[in-house]
Nanobody
């Protein structure tokens, strides 16, 4: 399995970004793909996840601001991030099975 995550960047507070995670290779049909983030000095935390049936879950700090979605035909999962806050600044990683993407930096300025 190979994951390529992209879409990070620098935005002012209140701005939006959309991250993408493209998966290739064989993986279970009953998958769950998650977005995690890690900022310096902090543990990696779950941001959002979506499973094969479309069920979603979100971390408390992003509920109502972030939306996870998928396009099954292209094995791509998106994370739409709106109303970004400086505390959202982190490296964002996607995870599928035991495989991690390379990470994409999100920086939100106040």
């Amino acid at each position: 399995v190979q994951l390529v995550d992209s879409g990070g960047g620098s935005v002012p507070a209140g701005g939006s970004l959309r991250l993408s995670c493209a998966a290739s290779g064989p993986f279970s049909a009953t998958y769950t793909l998650g977005w995690f983030r890690q900022s310096p000095g902090n543990d990696r935390e779950l941001v959002a996840a979506i499973n094969w049936s479309g069920s979603t879950t979100y971390g408390d700090s992003v509920k109502g601001r972030f939306t996870i979605s998928r396009v099954s035909a292209t094995n791509t999962v998106y994370l739409q991030m709106d109303s970004l806050k400086p505390e959202d600044t982190a490296v964002y990683y996607c995870l599928l099975s035991n495989y991690w993407g390379q990470g994409t930096q999100v920086t939100v300025s106040s």
